[in-house]
């Protein structure tokens, strides 16, 4: 079983940052990428950012220039770091990985528990 521990989730004021962690732990072959993803109440998932194992990036257009995702590979662990906060931010964020177990190759994907991002003055 894979694992994904999510921290660093909280309250900051507008402007402010954060910077969110997830570690993945478990039977774990290789991750082939990892992502952040944000939910508000009543809407869809939304994909904040991606980290692939090769250290390419992507971003959502509502975040960009504002988050920085990487990772540690060694650790099997993703970031993000948030700045310039704004309240349309709030939601609860969620790491996603996409990994092996063997080296069959076959892909399985998990979700960690999520964390709270609360915006506000």
């Known amino acids: 079983q894979v694992q994904l521990v999510e921290s660093g989730g909280g309250l900051v004021q507008p402007g402010g940052s954060l910077r969110l962690s997830c570690a993945a732990s478990?039977?774990?072959?290789?991750?082939?990428?990892m992502a952040w993803y944000r939910q508000v109440p009543g809407k869809q998932r939304e994909l904040v950012a991606t980290f692939t194992a090769g250290d390419s990036t992507n971003y959502a257009d509502s975040v960009k220039g504002r988050f920085t995702i990487s990772g540690d590979n060694a650790e099997n662990t993703v970031y993000l770091q948030m700045s310039n906060l704004t309240p349309e931010d709030t939601a609860v964020y969620y790491c996603y990985a996409q990994y092996s177990k063997s080296p069959l190759g076959i892909r399985y994907g998990n979700w960690g528990q999520g964390t709270q991002v609360t915006v506000s003055s």
């Open positions: 478990g039977s774990l072959f290789r991750i082939y990428d």
